[in-house]
């Protein structure tokens, strides 16, 4: 028997400490983009209580910065240099319910990823601390030693610190100068467009925070507050809730809520559109999904079901508290999580049910009312961007009759055939399929109406060139005479003995 290595046996130790230079280069990489950082950062001012939070950026100087600053409970200078420390938080210690953060390294590696310098200036208890990375110090020096800055009125942003609370300084702008290193007015033309697009994102992440009569936070930008934005247009009267769905689970409650947004012409074009955001409505229908009421993902189904025009108005608000991270994968950039399996089947239920019947019960009408039949009374018509529906003047029962009409009715039956095309109740069909899918169904045809109808569009078809042989195979394809289809095949039988005779 080989003897079994004692604990020690066998091992020799050497110093693998990372070099910092390189390591903290690779802090910058996590995949964050100017608002998911911006994000970050604020969630700390959350976390700290804060409920002024100001966004300053200085775009047109020669050396651009970003500040962040809050009213929150600020730090003591131990507490600073802690907080400077990458992984300052064992990401599996339990959080505090309102704690936003995770990894403890949003706010060295979300700073870091968007400049060069970060300094963080703080004030509790009336004493100002101030601490300092710059990544071009440290890769001279190849070590962690953090500056302590005493002289910290120089430093900028130090006008935005309260009498308490934190001011985040980004300096060294290298990633959001858009390569425009000597060109001042195409940095800052540039830097103010960045700034601009995480606008939306922030209004839209902190909107819980952000609405109601007394918000949580009051965010700014330049001065500007910023106001939210409900990607569920709760406020909207013509939204449809359904009721919360509570999932209880061992480590919390998720709560699920669905949502069907009202028509675009039900809202105003600027609602629409700030809802839709900038990749639109057809890609932000989804799942919404709240970490501690801070949005974590916008939209998306998470591989449950497939972004179709038909789903377009579904959002599913999703709630879940900060005690599931381990299970809902929460990345470092919390910009995105993965379903735990007990999660995902019940979500695939609700979505199913929310959102799939109706697709399938439009798909087979859908395709068969346009694309197979030959004389639909239905013509799917296609301008521009848009999709009409239009009854069929050249169908044979409207044609036959319009024949027997004296000349001056039919250019008044023409019209009532255009009316009830442009009449279509589209926003009620939309919001009917979307909710109540399978319920929707053609009114019954009468008997006389369909012997009618069965006639005339027998005698087009064979006048066409249609046999009589294929005649039932033929207008079988018609979703209104297949749905009566006993009656049809004698009605056809009937016919075809009529034409023999
Ligand atoms: N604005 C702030 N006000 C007060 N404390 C802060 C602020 N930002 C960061 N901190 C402190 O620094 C710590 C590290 O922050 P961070 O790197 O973002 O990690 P995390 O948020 O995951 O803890 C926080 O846990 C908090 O104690
Ligand atoms: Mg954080």
Known sequence: MKPVPGPKTNIREVDATPYAASLIEGHRDFGYSLETALADIIDNSITADANVVQLVANTSLDMPWIALADNGIGMFEAELIEAMRLGSKNPTATRA???????????????????????????????????????????????????????????????????????????????????YTHDRAKRAAHLNAEVAGAEHHLRLVFHRFLEGPTPRIKLSLNGRTLKPIDPMASNHPATQKDPDDPLRLKNGIIHVRCHTLPHHKRMSREAWEEIGGPEGHLKSQGLYVYRENRLIIAGGWLGLARQSELTKLCRIAVDIPNTMDAEWKIDVKKASAQLPPVVRERLKKVVERFAGTSKRTYRSRGRKLVDESRFPLWNRVQRDEQIIFRPNHEHPVFREFAE????????????????????????????????????????????NDLKELVFSLATTLMENGVDADALPETMQSYPMLNSNWSSVSQLIEEYLRTKVQ
């Open 97 to 179: 319910s309102k704690d936003l953060g995770r990894f403890g390294l949003g706010l060295k590696s979300a700073s870091l990823s968007q400049c060069r310098k970060l300094t963080v200036l703080t004030r509790r208890g009336g004493k100002v601390a101030c601490a300092r990375w710059d990544l071009d110090r440290v890769a001279r020096r190849n070590d962690w030693s953090l500056e302590l800055i005493d002289d910290w009125e120089t430093v900028n942003g130090f006008d935005l610190l309260p009498e308490s609370g934190t001011v985040v300084v980004w300096e060294k702008l290298d990633r959001l100068s858009g390569g």
């Open 404 to 447: 027997k009409l004296p000349e001056h009715l039919r250019e008044g039956f023409d019209r009532c055939l255009r009316l009830i095309g442009s009449g279509l109740p589209i926003e009620t069909l939309h919001a009917e399929f979307v909710g109540n899918g399978e319920a929707v169904t053609p009114d019954v045809t009468e008997e």
